[in-house]
Structures are given as structure tokens and as C-alpha cells.
């Protein structure tokens, strides 16, 4: 059975965006979509309503078939080394789901799927999820289908973001994806836009791609089927 390989990258903004350009030409040249983690707000005051450039490179990069997946609302609101959605109750975390939502329809690129940043969300959040319509939570070691209560088990290697960077680290995803990709599983590869200006991460992630194709792998996004899709399939 071969593989499915899905890369993501997040952090995307105008300071990111050709860094993110770049590499979604090296995944057209391998032939893997991506799946692009958006933030309505990330610190350094950006929001995402005042860059037309970058939503018009996201609105066109999900017309050649890459995913949009809401990865938070506003980061440089919540206290210094905490995640986002880690600890928030369900309330306040759907006052935030539903501030960005409405942010991402604005700027249309709405989304039925979410990964919290650093991959945490909290009991809470995951209730609130499927109030604001939301169909795909994605964890840091499952994908679960808010609206069949199913987790399918699959780990995120990641650089950057809450993941480590160093050499040690980047040659360690490598061989990890590998070995998921020749057992035939689901292989979740992530990196912020940030290191992909580090020739190391950036190459790394490259190599982990490479390898994971070598073996079979099918590139793949984020996506939620509906009961109607999943019986017709």
C-alpha cells in the first residue's frame, strides 16, 4: 500500500510569502499539493486583511488544488511560549474560531479544517470546533473527523513552529519519514515559511519529500469528505 505524503507549511505573511513561493514551485516540480496553514493574525501586528498580495498567492495556490486549513486567529495576543488554542476553555475558544472564520470568508479563503498552532488544542477547543462548522481537527499525532467523532493516528515531523531546527533534528525527520513512507502510512511533514530561508531545514524537508516519493508515496492535503463522498468512493 503506498503512502500518503502531506506537507504543510505555516506562518505565512508577507515578510514569508516568497520563501513559500519558492518551495510551492519545488513541490509542482515533484507534483505534491500542499496544505497551507493560515492565520488571520500573527505577531508584528500582521493581519492578513491588510495583504492582498499574499491572499491573492493563497486563493490561487487552493485553485491548483493545495488546502487552506485556519491555523489559529491571532498568536501575538496569548501569553509568551503558549500555544494559542492549548489552554483556552470552550467559550473563549469559540469567540476565536468564529472571529476568524469571519476573517478568512472576507478574504475568501474559507475553511472547514483547522490545525491550533503548535498542534495543541485544548478539550475545549476541540468541542467548539463543530459549532462554528468546522470538520477536520488536526492534532499533532492524529487527524479527527469532528463530525464522525474518528481519529485516524498519524504523526506531524515538523521544523520550526514548536519544533526543533537543529541538524540533529533535520536529519532525524528525514529518516523518520522515510521509514513511515516504506510502511506504507500516512506521512505528515510540516515547516514554517520562516525556516524555509534556512538552507538546512529547507533542504531537509526537501530530502524527507524526495525519499518519501522514492518509496511510492502519493502526495495528498488536508481534506474532510462528506458522508455522501466517502459512501460514492
Not at 124 to 143: D, H, N, Q
Request: hydrophobic share 45%; aromatic share 6%; charged share 25%.
Amino acid at each position: 500500500m503506498n503512502a500518503q505524503l502531506i506537507v504543510s507549511v505555516s506562518g505565512i505573511r508577507d515578510t514569508t510569502r516568497d520563501a513559500a513561493i519558492e518551495f510551492g514551485a519545488e513541490m509542482d516540480r515533484r507534483g505534491v499539493p500542499m496544505s497551507l496553514l493560515v492565520a488571520p493574525r500573527l505577531k508584528g501586528r500582521y493581519r492578513l486583511v491588510d495583504d492582498p498580495a499574499t491572499q491573492a498567492w493563497l486563493r490561487g495556490r487552493r485553485a491548483r488544488g493545495d488546502a487552506i486549513v485556519l491555523h489559529g486567529y491571532d498568536q501575538a495576543a496569548t501569553k509568551r511560549r503558549r500555544a494559542e488554542f492549548a489552554t483556552l476553555p470552550r467559550h473563549e475558544a469559540r469567540l476565536r474560531l468564529t472571529a476568524a472564520d469571519r476573517v478568512m470568508e472576507q478574504v475568501q479563503l474559507r475553511t472547514r479544517l483547522f490545525a491550533a498552532p503548535r498542534w495543541d488544542a485544548s478539550a475545549g477547543a476541540i468541542e467548539a470546533l463543530p459549532e462554528v462548522g468546522f470538520r477536520l481537527a488536526l492534532g499533532l499525532t492524529s487527524m479527527l473527523d469532528l463530525e464522525r467523532n474518528v481519529a485516524q493516528k498519524a504523526r506531524v515531523y515538523g521544523i520550526g513552529e514548536g519544533f526543533r531546527a537543529e541538524p540533529w533534528w533535520c536529519r532525524a525527520l528525514v529518516m523518520g519519514a522515510a521509514r513511515t513512507a516504506r510502511r506504507g502510512g500516512v506521512l505528515r511533514l510540516a515547516i514554517s515559511a520562516a525556516q524555509l530561508d534556512r538552507s538546512g531545514p529547507r533542504q531537509a524537508i526537501l530530502d524527507a519529500v524526495d525519499l518519501a516519493l522514492l518509496h511510492g508515496a502519493l502526495g495528498e492535503v488536508y481534506r474532510w469528505e462528506s458522508f455522501t463522498a466517502a459512501r460514492a468512493a
